[in-house]
């Protein structure tokens, strides 16, 4: 099973939690792969470039992909998801400490009003947002509301501020649950059923 990590803006993979997150993953067995990306605050945001490098390291999404991305990086995995050629669901995308939107004008773009989140919310079995409470850069409605438009899974914490440390053992929790979970459905399966209670003819 491989696990892909995507940092944030201005970070890298040797920062924060991504270097003990990745030992840790690989210590359970776990493929990992951790792209370095062109994500620079300050400097114009090529997304194409960044797609390209991705393409490069990651290549096609296999079934028993999860994808992980910390605060705007989470918004490079939905570009990536819109952007490629899919001939086969990743397991799940976790978002952790990402912003529903900025004010930033050169970083609009990558946000969901340039997204189609009714197709999104198929490109993998189950999105999972991970915010904490507490979470002083980007509040904890921005969680909430991004669940909410993607119909994901909310795990919330309470002192994990913006996930700017070296350790988080709920990512590695979140990870491991999911990758243990059998999927017998098919995309979409964590998204209500509008038919329930509806009489059907004999």
Same mark, same amino acid.
């Given at each position: ?9 201005? $970070? ?61 990086? $989470? ?12 001939? &086969? ?59 909410? &438009? ?48 509806? &009489?059907?003819?004999?």
């Amino acid at each position: 099973m491989r696990i892909i990590l995507i940092h944030g803006f201005n $970070a890298n993979p040797t920062m924060n939690f991504h270097p003990w997150l990745r030992d840790s993953l690989r210590e359970r067995g776990f493929e990992v792969v951790a792209p370095e990306l062109p994500l620079l605050v300050g400097e114009e945001l090529n997304l194409p470039e960044i797609i390209e490098k991705m393409k490069s390291e990651i290549g096609y999404l296999k079934t028993d992909d999860i994808l992980l991305g910390h605060s705007l990086g $989470a918004f490079i995995i939905l570009q990536y998801l819109e952007a490629v050629e899919m001939t &086969q669901t990743p397991r799940a995308v976790i978002m952790v400490a990402s912003p529903f939107s900025v004010s930033r004008p050169e970083l609009r773009r990558l946000f969901l009003v340039d997204l189609d989140a009714d197709v999104l919310m198929w490109k993998a079995r189950e999105f999972v947002v991970v915010h904490s409470r507490d979470d002083k850069m980007v509040p904890f409605e921005h969680g909430e509301k991004l669940a909410a &438009q993607l119909k994901a899974r909310m795990v919330a914490t309470d002192s994990d501020d913006h996930f700017l440390g070296e350790r988080y053992p709920i990512l590695l929790d979140t990870i491991e649950e999911i990758s243990k979970r059998p999927f017998e459905f098919a995309p979409g399966q964590n998204l209500p059923d509008d038919y329930v209670g509806i &009489q059907t003819l004999a």
